[in-house]
């Protein structure tokens, strides 16, 4: 029963905003130190945090530019989705391990440097087993870890990035950020440059390489002609020989040509191959389709024989007529293959991922760069051929000079081809210009970013609020007390009156408990006086309520004080009222009324005396007393005796109530059977 009561309490239970501040009005004193500990807490941490500052440096990013307008957006719309996601991609490329792999290799080397290594802390080593000298500095790679903590964002809807670097040294913080944003740069030239220093390199190689053959075919002829051969050729031979040789250079240098066109599309493809496998097969079966192969053989048969008309020094320039027909056909060629390509970077765009568009672009130029060299190294091959058989038929004595002399001069402006064509590419390396611009440089802060200490306080003055309302509510929900009428009425059960606690106001004056009598005008009394209506509208019939026994779960919680009072009340209203003290074990109703509880109940009971002798008429009429009189050994048997029966019976004739205060009900049986 107790537990259907219990949960029907803990479904129904609703607390107002009125219950809760009383609540907490009621536990001030446990808010108030748990809320004033938060705070000191709060404060102590605040007063003892390092403080920490912040150095921002400022990126802008450029997007590469494609030289069509096929590689820009299909829709405007969508242009700062793209441009977002390649800001987006950048900023993954400077928080990669290689990136700040870079920026701590110099921060290592800038520690090195300086001779101040007190301003460190983020690059100093401070493990257990290194000793505390300011020579300790981080691994490259432990310190690239640390790297990751550096913040890199985006500003929202530019293409502004900020690189923000922490540290408890301010000097340190604008370093970190400072040489990161460098970096960054240098790493972003570096990809820009990739493909022509690949090939200012190769060119390097080979310029070099033919340096010395062109050396040792000048030290082969010189040892020829002194050994007494031939030392000149007529006209004939020797323009013979030049013409052969210029095409015969014009031939290898295409050749190097093509090697480095398959250089850079090797690298392109594996770049491609990274990001989409099948789209590098792709576009090398679309730049080999007839059409495509057909026009760059008639453009490659024209420049070939335009440099043929050339050769034959019969008196043409490049403004005669047949050279500037040679251009025109040359010019309408090129525009029609422009033409196609452009078709088909429209359909591969179409349909390419936005990452991809600028890479395939290179591509499909480099692959159709690559098989125009493969066709003027064709035709230049015929025309060799051709010169070949007219230089066999010289004079058998004149023919090894010619070899030599016609290797020299072929070597000669080969080197010199190569040597224009890597100067060429070398001003194109250093010409190309990175994506990336510093427009605002970190700076060293002259505040510290963090800690807020005004913030941590305030924090921690409503944490601890916080936690010590808490504290009060869980106190509360599992504490079971009751506090107040509502806490009784909320368990369904019906109060009669609500009695305000009171204290003796003299101390040890027990009289002055009784309140109904020494104050009659005070609050609790009202109180009294309400529990005496309650109780006499409790039953219809009145008149058969002849007894009240008072009772408690404990000792020490008011029972006497309550007895009493009720017992004065009901005198106040004109009846005949018998208070009777029966807590045999502590009683205390005799100290009440300062008399003496000899003789009392048990002695009536006994037959030590009689009923005159125990009866006692108090100050307050209508009210008389009966005192527990001197304590038997058996308490209990003495109120579960056949005469404590006859007793009560005859003196419910007498009285028109009884009030009977008893012992606490949880310690001892005997106001378990004084309710029988």
């Excluded at 950020?177 to 493909?195: D, F, G, H, P, S």
């Excluded at 050279?323 to 060629?333: A, F, P, Q, S």
């Amino acid at each position: 029963m107790a537990e259907e009561i219990q949960d029907d309490y803990n479904v129904h239970q609703t607390n107002t905003f009125k219950d809760y501040l009383r609540l907490i009005r009621a536990n001030w004193l446990p808010v108030s130190l748990i809320t004033l500990a938060g705070l000191v807490v709060a404060i102590i941490y605040a007063a003892n945090a390092t403080d920490i500052y912040k150095s921002t440096a400022s990126l802008k990013i450029a997007r590469p530019q494609g030289g069509s307008v096929l590689t820009s957006p299909l829709l405007p719309e969508f242009q700062e989705w793209g441009n977002d996601r390649f800001i987006a991609n950048e900023i993954e490329i400077m928080r990669s391990f290689t990136a700040r792999q870079m920026v701590a290799v110099t921060l290592i080397d800038s520690f090195y440097r300086d001779t101040n290594k007190s301003r460190y802390f983020v690059l100093q080593d401070k493990k257990e087993h290194k000793d505390n000298s300011d020579d300790n500095v981080k691994s490259a790679d432990d310190l690239a870890s640390t790297l990751s903590d550096v913040s890199i964002d985006q500003k929202r809807g530019l293409d502004i990035i900020e690189i923000s670097a922490l540290s408890p040294s301010p000097f340190e913080a604008a370093l970190i950020a400072n040489v990161y944003a460098q970096q960054y740069k240098t790493l972003n030239l570096e990809q820009n440059r990739n493909q022509l220093t690949l090939v200012t390199n190769f060119l390097d190689e080979q310029r070099k390489e033919k340096y010395d053959e062109l050396n040792s075919a000048e030290e082969i002829l010189r040892a020829f002609q002194e050994r007494g051969g031939l030392i000149a050729l007529d006209e004939r031979a020797s323009t013979l020989i030049s013409v052969l040789a210029q095409f015969e250079a014009q031939k290898s240098a295409t050749q190097v040509d093509l090697m480095a066109s398959n250089k850079v599309l090797e690298n392109l493809r594996k770049e491609l191959q990274a990001q989409n496998p099948r789209m590098a097969d792709y576009l090398t079966s679309l730049t080999s389709q007839k059409y495509i192969t057909a026009i760059q053989e008639e453009i490659a048969k024209l420049e070939v024989n335009k440099q043929v008309a050339l050769a034959r020094k019969d008196g043409l320039s490049e403004n005669s007529p047949v050279i500037v027909e040679y251009d025109r056909k040359i010019n309408e060629l090129r525009k029609q293959l422009d033409k196609e390509l452009e078709v088909l970077k429209a359909g591969i765009f179409a349909s390419s991922p936005e990452e991809v568009k600028g890479l395939t672009q290179k591509i499909i130029a480099e692959e159709v760069r690559n098989q125009s060299l493969q066709t003027s190294i064709k035709e230049l091959d015929k025309i060799v051929e051709g010169y070949e058989a007219r230089f066999m038929k010289l004079p058998k004595n004149a023919i090894e000079l010619a070899r030599l002399k016609r290797n020299s001069e072929a070597l000669e402006k080969l080197y010199l081809m190569i040597e224009q064509r890597y100067q060429e590419a070398l001003i194109n390396e250093q010409s190309q210009p990175g994506n990336v611009l510093i427009i605002d440089e970190a700076r060293v802060p002259l505040a510290p970013s963090k800690p807020n200490r005004k913030l941590i306080i305030i924090i921690g003055l409503l944490l601890g609020a916080g936690l010590a309302v808490g504290y009060v509510f869980v106190k509360n929900y599992f504490d079971d007390t009751v506090k107040s009428p509502d806490d009784i009425e909320k368990r369904k059960i019906n109060v009669l009156a609500w009695i305000p606690p009171f204290e003796t106001i003299i101390a040890g004056d027990h009289s002055v408990q009784f309140i109904v009598d020494k104050l009659p005008d005070s609050v609790p009394s009202e109180a009294f006086r309400a529990l005496r209506t309650r109780i006499q509208f409790s039953r219809i019939n009145t008149e058969s309520l002849k007894s009240i026994l008072i009772t408690s779960s404990a000792p020490q919680e008011g029972k006497t004080t309550i007895a009493v009072n009720l017992a004065g009340s009901f005198a106040h209203s004109k009846k005949k009222v018998l208070l009777i003290d029966c807590d045999l074990r502590k009683p205390s109703v005799h100290k009440l009324f300062n008399r003496d509880k000899v003789p009392g109940l048990i002695d009536f009971l006994v037959g030590n005396a009689k009923l005159d002798e125990v009866l006692i008429k108090s100050e307050i009429p209508n009210l008389s007393l009966i005192l527990s009189g001197t304590i038997p050994p058996n308490p209990a048997e003495m109120l579960d005796s056949q005469e404590m029966r006859n007793f009560l019976k005859k003196l419910r004739d007498q009285y028109d109530l009884i009030i009977i205060d008893s012992p606490p009900v949880i310690a001892v049986t005997d106001s378990e059977i004084l309710t029988r």
